[in-house]
Each structure stands twice: as structure tokens, then as C-alpha cells.
């Protein structure tokens, strides 16, 4: 973090010259606690739009950015303003722009005898090979259509469990964009380092993520 991402940090709300979203950081976007409704150049948030509400010190209070930056990220972090992407730009790294209040804490226990009983009004693909959340390739998540209770090797999930939702449906994919987008903002951590290949490219893995769960 530069120096005048800690200046706004400190501030709170009364400078922002960062996306809480994507980090991009060449705008004002927040001042005296109001959004400027300035647009990233990066991932087209408009300020005070995806970004209204959200709360820090809780996880309930960021789900909210957290789902915008996950569906942005899942849809391959495409530029709203290409010309403005530098040749040499890495998604990881620009995040770390953000300041630590809007990318954590960390997501709460899950309620497990909650989200088994609740399994069966959620959507699946069959057999899924590909992490909902982060696209991770190789293992069997759901097996014809039932969750295997999997713990993906990058991003720690666990398939049944930290992945319902319903293709097609915002308020059921809330939960897994909410993960993608805190999972990216922490710096996309493995949860066996072990396993991530030499040469890993996180948009290259994000992008095997299928199209109902993006």
C-alpha cells in the first residue's frame, strides 16, 4: 500500500483515491464521506453504486463489494476503459491497493446442518470438475448433482458448503461472488501453497469458472 492509499485509510471515509472494488487508484473516488460518482476506468464501478452501504468491521457489512468484485473478477476483470490498462497490469497486485477495512475479515463460520438442509433448493450442473468459486480444474466437487463436500486446494472452499447457489439468480449467487471477490482482495492465497502449479495465472483460472456460476 503507497502512502496515499495509508493518508486515505486513515481518513476513513473523507478521501478515497482508490476503487474500494478493484483498487484502481488515478481517481478521487470518495470525499467528506460522499462518493464522487466518479466511474473506474478499471472495472466500471460508478462510486456510491456498488459500493453504497458497504459497512467495514463485519462481514455482512462488506458481502455486498465482496459479490460485485467477485462477479467482476469471475467475468474475466475486463477494463471499462481498455485504453487505460497498463501493459504490464496484474490484477493481484492492483487490489492490494485497496486498504485492509474494505477487504476483511474474513468470512464467518458456516452454519453446517443450515446448508445441508438447505442443499436441495440450490441449483447444480451434473458432475462439476470446476471449482464454483475460484475455477480451479481436477477434482469432483458435485457428483450428479450432489455436493462430494470437497475442499478446493486454491481457494479453500468446500464444495456443499461454501458453494450454493442457483444459475441465473443474483440473490443465490451472492454467496459464492462474495468468496471470489474476498478470496482476490486477500491476494488469492492456496489453501494447500503446496499445490499451486509454478507458472499459476489467476485469470487464467478464474476463467475455467462456468458460465452459471460467474
Known amino acids: 500500500m503507497t502512502e496515499k492509499h495509508i493518508a486515505a485509510d486513515a481518513q476513513g471515509d473523507d478521501a478515497e483515491d482508490f476503487c474500494r472494488m478493484c483498487g484502481f487508484d488515478e481517481y478521487r473516488f470518495w470525499e467528506a464521506g460522499w462518493p464522487t460518482s466518479m466511474i473506474c476506468a478499471c472495472c466500471g464501478n460508478e462510486s456510491g453504486i456498488a459500493d453504497m452501504g458497504a459497512k467495514s468491521g463485519s462481514w455482512a457489512g462488506l458481502e455486498g463489494l465482496h459479490a460485485f468484485r467477485g462477479e467482476w473478477v469471475g467475468s474475466g476483470a475486463r477494463w471499462w476503459n481498455p485504453r487505460m490498462?497498463?501493459?504490464?497490469?496484474?490484477?493481484?497486485?492492483?487490489?492490494?491497493?485497496?486498504?485492509?477495512?474494505?477487504r476483511t475479515p474474513v468470512p464467518p463460520p458456516a452454519d453446517l446442518a443450515r446448508r445441508v438442509a438447505?442443499?436441495?433448493?440450490?441449483?447444480?450442473?451434473?458432475?462439476?470438475?470446476?471449482?464454483r468459486i475460484c475455477g480451479l480444474s481436477g477434482q469432483v466437487f458435485w457428483r450428479d448433482g450432489t455436493p462430494t463436500e470437497t475442499v478446493c486446494l486454491s481457494c479453500g472452499s468446500v464444495s456443499g458448503i461454501d458453494d450454493l447457489g442457483t444459475p441465473g439468480v443474483w440473490a443465490a449467487l451472492r454467496g459464492i461472488r462474495a468468496r471470489r471477490g474476498y478470496w482476490v482482495a486477500v491476494g488469492a492465497p492456496w489453501a494447500v501453497p503446496a499445490a499451486r502449479p509454478a507458472e499459476w495465472d489467476v485469470l487464467a483460472q478464474l476463467a475455467r469458472i462456468p458460465d452459471d456460476w460467474r
Open 118 to 131: 438447505e442443499r436441495p433448493s440450490y441449483g447444480s450442473l451434473g458432475t462439476e470438475t470446476e471449482c
Open 85 to 102: 490498462k497498463p501493459r504490464d497490469w496484474d490484477l493481484l497486485e492492483q487490489l492490494q491497493n485497496i486498504p485492509p477495512v474494505w
